[in-house]
């Protein structure tokens, strides 16, 4: 394919695979921490030190930079794990996965180990999504395990 003369601003070259020794007066490569902790920088946008983190970086309202996960993308992975297992969530061809109980147990007690040791690390809204979405996780699972007997349903009870 012959090379187009475009002026976009940028040039891309696959070097995966290719290991090249840097040129005279360059530096060698980065770690791509330390690339993206440039990137931050000049952005304006200043990590915290390691260990301490500010809003941003616990998950709050700002988005991912650079895709970094945060603790909320940690807690809602387990999350759908969960709602798979107990069978709540539709495939993208409209049908429901089965329903596979002990895959459904094992998302909410490691939810419930991770409410429990990270208690008063949290922020106020990381604390109430962990401890409303475990809730509802946990009365799903019940349900499902304690089906109301046949015949008595919502109209079962009335005479």
């Known amino acids: ?9 940028f040039k891309v070259i696959d070097r995966r695979g290719v290991e090249q020794p840097p ?6 490569p980065k770690p791509p921490q330390e690339e993206m902790r440039d990137a931050e920088a000049k952005a304006g946008n200043q990590p915290p030190p ?24 940690l807690v809602q992975s387990l999350q759908m794990g969960a709602m798979v297992g107990l069978g709540m969530l539709q495939g993208p061809d409209g049908k429901r996965p089965p329903v596979d109980l002990p895959a459904a147990k094992d998302a909410i ?6 409410q429990e040791k990270t208690k008063g690390n ?10 409303e979405g475990l809730y509802h996780l946990r009365m799903g699972y ?3 395990i304690n089906p109301p007997p046949a015949g008595r349903g919502k109209e079962g009870n009335q005479r």
């Open 1 to 9: 394919m012959p090379e187009d003369k475009d002026d976009k601003g």
């Open 23 to 28: 040129s005279q007066g360059e530096a060698p």
């Open 50 to 73: 390691p260990g301490v983190e500010g809003e941003k970086g616990r998950g709050g309202k700002g988005a991912s930079p650079l895709g970094v996960p945060r603790f909320l993308d």
């Open 109 to 114: 007690d490691l939810l419930g180990i991770l």
């Open 122 to 131: 949290l922020t106020k809204e990381e604390e109430e999504i962990l401890r």
């Open 142 to 144: 019940m349900a499902m």
